[in-house]
């Protein structure tokens, strides 16, 4: 909360409280807005790249601090190939994107477009990703449960406070152990 009130105090009038505060700030900002030097800089880089990526010429009018005067020194970038240096260092989330096209089928009208590009991730991937994220695990659950309120009577709001998701967990169990019996015993058909 302290930290959350220090930003705010920082960017709303630009002055931390005390030398303490800059120093935390600091160490903060070091680790926090990686590889950008602070909360401007990637404030910044999410407006030149969302919800489209602006040209370079864009870019260098608008980011690049020799050509910007109105930004603050260390607040922008030092030229477009800095700003695309820190983009690169950014690691992928959830797999790389791919491009690919949908065609116009057979009973498609004619004034549909003969092909559309859409991007994607491997789904895989994202799971992953999500999944070894450490951040979300309190807020995973890898097991059925049943709530009640305070009268004793059965409460559903989530997958995992339904009656589905215990169904179907014993019926995996029951097809791999299945499973492996016939492994074992030498009965799986080839």
Not at 87 to 97: D, H, R, S, Y
Not at 139 to 152: C, H, T
Request: hydrophobic letters at 40%; one cysteine or more.
């Amino acid at each position: 909360m302290r930290v959350l009130k220090l930003i705010l105090n920082v960017v709303t009038l630009g002055l931390p409280s005390d030398e303490g505060d800059v120093v935390e700030l600091q160490k903060l900002a070091l680790h926090t807005y990686w590889p950008f030097d602070n909360i401007e800089q990637w404030m910044l880089a999410k407006a030149l790249t969302f919800p489209s990526p602006l040209s370079n010429r864009e870019i260098r009018n608008l980011a690049v601090e020799r050509h910007c005067p109105w930004i603050m020194p260390g607040k922008g970038f030092k030229s477009v190939r800095d700003f695309y240096k820190r983009l690169n260092q950014l690691p992928a989330k959830g797999g790389e994107w791919q491009q690919s096209y949908l065609t116009r089928g057979p009973t498609a009208p004619p004034w549909s477009p003969p092909m559309v590009p859409f991007w994607y991730r491997d789904s895989l991937d994202v799971l992953k990703e999500i999944l070894g994220d450490v951040r979300l695990a309190k807020d995973m659950k890898w097991a059925p449960e049943k709530l009640v309120n305070s009268d004793g009577e059965r409460l559903y709001s989530e997958l995992w406070t339904g009656d589905w998701w215990p169904r179907i967990q014993v019926l995996a169990n029951c097809v791999r152990s299945n499973f492996r019996n016939k492994l074992v015993n030498g009965n799986v058909p080839i």
